[in-house]
């Protein structure tokens, strides 16, 4: 049953309309996947000789376990922003004669073979036969802190889909989440109670009671069973016939009628965030960023690197990025309507624009505290704004003319995630690598002050650009329109 299915996915993906774009971007990401993973597994070999010589009075063994935790959040967050959540378009599937646990253990089996989780095992393995060669611990104790460490990543893996589906969904949940991870890295700073120090103490006991690695692949089975129930739950066809009776607050966004002629199409889509879960979790992710400048700027080894440029320019416009790379897919469901009526394209995309320049705005105002660092990192990220504002929403609507993947905006009977994935994430790149690269030479020629009068002068000649920027783009989105259309009336898997 498994064969057939993987069978149906390849068909599928074979016969998408987006075909093309989809295998140059999988190519691209296998490249860059095998680079990595090439890179992890050198990290792994000489990972013992670097702790060695660093901290000779220390077993390089211990070191790790220290700072194993750390390397697991670290992993999480790249598995919450970059992992594709494992979808399947079950509505055919329910109507044959497959048994249902089937198909759900074969969406929770393919998330097994992600390339996430290959990171971990790629890195540890060589370490851990390096320390074969020390005597320092058993070897039956090796393999049992080997099997924690491939069970731990594998929790990792399906407590990302947990935490996707239900925190994201709930935003008590999600808002409560983020509350214990600021307790806890609080009281790490503090040096009050340090939680690298228990998982170190902890994963130090593997080392000599082996069989405390079952406590691990207990968590997994558990982790395993509760995704598998939760997806059971809901595992009917008729759960596509019932609607769900919710109340929505009447919030009319009468104040965007200020903007002139694009009001409506702003108020539409201030409506589609307010209402709908994936483009709402989208805002609640960017004021979750607008600290992510803490990270940097308390750090004296990022002073003068181009990284306080590709802080400014994330930050502040964290929401036209994410929001952005997705337009116009967030009206595929009546884009075709759309596109049958007499609404010029200039017009839809300058309100698509007017609302990132406001997201940018906004981001700017909640972002200027960090002026407590020093008033050239306000500075800084004022011009990144401006540069944001000219240059980069520009290019994000160009992006969008090659979208042609359907978004669901309500509730889907698995996660609400299609065309989410690294290849996303990656469109990022020239939108934050071009600003970080010009502010990095000229403040490495003349000084820090050019640098920024640069950033902001490039992104002012930009905006007194736009209305010739949206002949390209709009010249863009008509040559793509009919693909678009054929793309949107897909179900992505």
């Known amino acids: 049953m498994f064969a057939k299915i993987i069978g149906l996915e390849i068909k599928s993906f074979i016969r998408s309309a987006s075909l093309e774009r989809d295998l140059s971007i999988k190519i691209f990401l296998g490249v860059f996947g095998i680079y990595l993973a090439v890179m992890m597994f050198i990290l792994g070999i000489t990972l013992h000789p670097i702790l060695q010589k660093q901290f000779p009075d220390s077993k390089p063994m211990f ?21 594709k959540i494992p979808v399947l378009n079950i509505k055919p599937l329910l109507i044959q004669n497959i048994k249902r646990s089937a198909i759900v253990d074969f969406i929770l089996c393919k998330s097994i073979f992600s390339f996430f989780n290959l990171l971990t095992p790629l890195l540890i393995t060589p370490f851990v036969f390096l320390n074969f060669k020390t005597n320092d611990f058993t070897t039956i104790g090796l393999i049992g802190w ?80 509760v995704n598998k129930k939760n997806l059971m739950s809901n595992f009917y066809l008729d759960n596509y016939l019932k609607t769900d009776s919710q109340s929505y607050s009447e919030n009319n966004f009468s104040w965007v009628h200020r903007f002139g002629e694009v009001a409506p199409f702003m108020q539409l889509d201030l409506k589609l965030i307010w209402r709908n879960k994936r483009p709402k979790s989208t805002l609640y992710m960017c004021l979750f960023f607008a600290f992510y400048g803490l990270i940097f700027y308390q750090n004296d080894n990022f002073k003068d690197s181009a990284m306080l440029a590709f802080v400014g320019v994330f930050m502040t416009g964290i929401f036209a990025i994410n929001f952005g790379q997705f337009i116009p ?36 105002v909640l972002t200027s505290f960090y002026a407590y660092f020093g008033y050239d990192i306000l500075l800084l990220n004022i011009a990144c704004a401006i540069y944001n504002i000219g240059i980069n929403v520009p290019l994000i609507l160009r992006f969008g003319a090659n979208n042609r993947k359907r978004i669901d905006l309500g509730k889907s009977q698995f996660m609400n995630y299609q065309g989410t994935g690294a290849a996303q ?69």
Not at 333 to 340: A, C, G, I, K, R
């Open 63 to 83: 070191i790790v376990n220290k700072f194993i935790f750390i390397w697991f959040i670290f992993d999480f967050v790249i598995r919450f922003m970059m992992q």
């Open 146 to 225: 080997l099997i924690n460490m491939y069970s731990i990543g594998l929790i990792m893996n399906f407590l990302n889909i947990l935490f996707q589906k239900k925190i994201m969904d709930n935003t008590r949940l999600f808002v409560a989440f983020l509350v214990l991870i600021a307790v806890f890295s609080g009281l790490e700073y503090l040096a009050v109670f340090s939680i690298t120090d228990l998982f170190g103490k902890l994963f130090n006991l593997i080392l000599y009671y082996p069989f405390l690695c079952l406590i691990s692949i207990g968590i997994l089975i558990v982790l395993y069973s």
């Open 329 to 364: 897919a967030w009206d595929s469901s009546y884009y075709p309507l759309m596109m049958t009526q007499n609404i010029p394209m200039k017009l839809y995309l300058k309100s698509k624009a007017t609302l990132m320049y406001f997201s940018i705005g906004i981001m700017t």
């Open 425 to 493: 994430y990656l469109l990022a790149i020239p939108l934050v690598l071009a600003p970080c690269l010009i502010w990095f030479i000229f403040k490495l020629i003349f000084s820090f002050t050019i640098a920024i009068s640069v950033l902001a002068i490039i992104g002012i000649i930009g905006f007194f650009m736009k209305n010739y920027f949206y002949k390209s783009i709009i010249k863009s989105y008509q040559l793509r329109k009919y693909q678009a259309l054929y793309g949107f009336k897909e179900d992505n898997i």
